[in-house]
Each structure stands twice: as C-alpha cells, then as structure tokens.
Nanobody, 119 residues
C-alpha cells in the first residue's frame, strides 16, 4: 500500500509565501511524475504544477513565475514553493503521486491541504 500525505497549508496575506510538502511512503519501488493540483469552491480540480522523475517541470499559466515545484527522490517528497500569493490562489491543494510499487503501478492522491490567501 502507498500513502500520500500533504502538509504546509495555511492562511497567508496577499503577496506572502507558503511551502507545501508531499511525502509518499509505503511499498514504493519507484516514483515517476508527481504533481500538485488545486480545487477552489465551485470549480473543477486543476493542475498547478508537475515534475517528472527526470525533473522536467510543467506549470499552469496562472502560477508561472510565482510557484516552483521540486522533488527530493531520496525522501520520495515533492515540494511546492508558492510566492507572491494572490486571493485567487485560495483552494484546497492536492498532491498526486504516480509510480510502481511491489504489486504494480499506482496513482494516488493525498487528502488535500487548505491554502487561504486573505488580508
């Protein structure tokens, strides 16, 4: 079994910064693409940023230049550094992890962490 756990959300003022972490654990043989998604009230879940095993990154246009995704393969952890936060960044942020476990390929979601940008 594989577990995916996010941390680091909270309340921040506009223009502030937050760093989200997502750790995958369990019977993991390898991790491939890991990504951050978000879902605001009344909206569909959308991709924020993703990073492959080779560290190729992809960002949504709305966060380019403000957010940075990175990963530590030794810790099976992905990070999302969020700078210059705006009220429209308010959402529940979800981590997605894909890879292979001892029983086959997996694609797991974390439980989500709330990010609120407000003065």
């Amino acid at each position: 079994q594989v577990q995916v756990v996010e941390s680091g959300g909270g309340l921040v003022q506009p223009g502030g910064s937050l760093r989200l972490s997502c750790a995958a654990s369990g019977s993991i043989l390898s991790l491939s693409t890991m990504g951050w998604y978000r879902q605001a009230p009344g909206k569909q879940r959308e991709l924020v940023a993703a990073i492959t095993g080779g560290r190729t990154t992809n960002y949504s246009d709305s966060v380019k230049g403000r957010f940075t995704i990175s990963r530590d393969n030794a810790k099976n952890t992905v990070y999302l550094q969020m700078n210059s936060l705006k009220p429209e960044d308010t959402a529940v942020y979800y981590c997605n992890a894909r890879g292979r476990s001892t029983w086959g390929p997996f694609d797991y979601w974390g439980q989500g962490t709330q990010v609120t940008v407000s003065s």
